[in-house]
């Protein structure tokens, strides 16, 4: 199975802040990767595909790259609603593997 | 408008089953995979499950191999997922989600249901 790894496991920032999330996989997988947001009782939310299509309705705000294995999503400017955790995915090969998750909290 | 309804969860005891089932509305039901994922209690996503749109694709992750099995009746819009001897560690909530595609390798789930919890417990 494919491996993903994300950091760092929490953060917290100022409203306004730029936020920057990495994941990296253990092998070559590579634009299969999604980012998706889960606020705390809710299912998760697809906010960016394919490392770095931003899914319709999803602010401008989020944005991911990829360079080999590594991924980077980030939020330009946080903004309270922002709470939640992100997992970064895989969908290059099956299982289908998500990082363990980075709780963004308000400072 | 997609949604996406998982009923079925329960409190059951190790070594039960449980049957959660799925009903899908909104789109062209057939013409897409779906796909399962679970969330144990204060963890983080995984992916257990996914079926072709036509059904004749199934795939698990290795934790669930052997015990559950995922199915599909596409004249009721509805997939299903036959959990067999359950453990402790198959407790938490469990989503469905309607994949971009048909096939489930090399694609993803971009929408979730509100997801149905499992509790196994003696």
């Known amino acids: 199975d494919i491996q993903m790894t994300q950091s760092p496991s929490s953060l917290s920032a100022s409203v306004g802040d730029r936020v920057t999330i990495t994941c990296q996989a253990s092998?070559?997988?590579?634009?299969?990767l999604n980012w998706y947001q889960q606020k705390p009782g809710k299912s998760p939310q697809l906010l960016i595909s394919?490392?770095?299509n931003l899914e319709a309705g999803v602010p401008s705000r989020f944005s991911g790259t990829a360079s080999g294995t590594d991924f980077t999503f980030t939020i330009r400017s946080l903004q309270p609603e922002d709470i939640a955790t992100y997992y970064c995915?895989?969908?290059?090969?099956?299982?289908?593997?998500f990082g363990p998750g980075t709780k963004v909290n308000i400072k | 408008e997609i949604q996406l309804l998982e009923s079925g969860g329960d409190l059951v005891q190790p070594g039960g089953s449980l049957r959660l089932s799925c009903a899908a509305s909104?789109?062209?039901?057939?013409?897409?995979?779906m796909t399962w994922v679970r969330q144990a209690p204060g963890k983080g996503l995984e992916w257990v499950s996914g079926?072709?749109?036509?059904?004749?694709?199934?795939h698990y992750a290795d934790s669930v191999k052997g015990r559950f099995t995922i199915s599909r009746d596409n004249s009721k819009n509805t997939v299903y997922l036959q959990m067999d001897s359950l453990g402790v560690e198959d407790t938490g909530v469990y989503y469905c989600?309607?994949?971009?595609?048909?096939?489930?390798?090399?694609?993803?789930?971009?929408?979730w249901g509100q997801g149905t919890r499992v509790t196994v417990s003696s």
């Open positions: 989600g309607k994949d971009m595609g048909m096939i489930v390798v090399k694609d993803y789930s971009h929408f």
């Open positions: 909104g789109f062209a039901f057939k013409s897409y995979a």
């Open positions: 079926i072709s749109g036509s059904g004749s694709r199934i």
């Open positions: 092998q070559d997988i590579g634009i299969f």
């Open positions: 394919d490392a770095s």
């Open positions: 995915q895989q969908y290059d090969s099956l299982p289908r593997t």
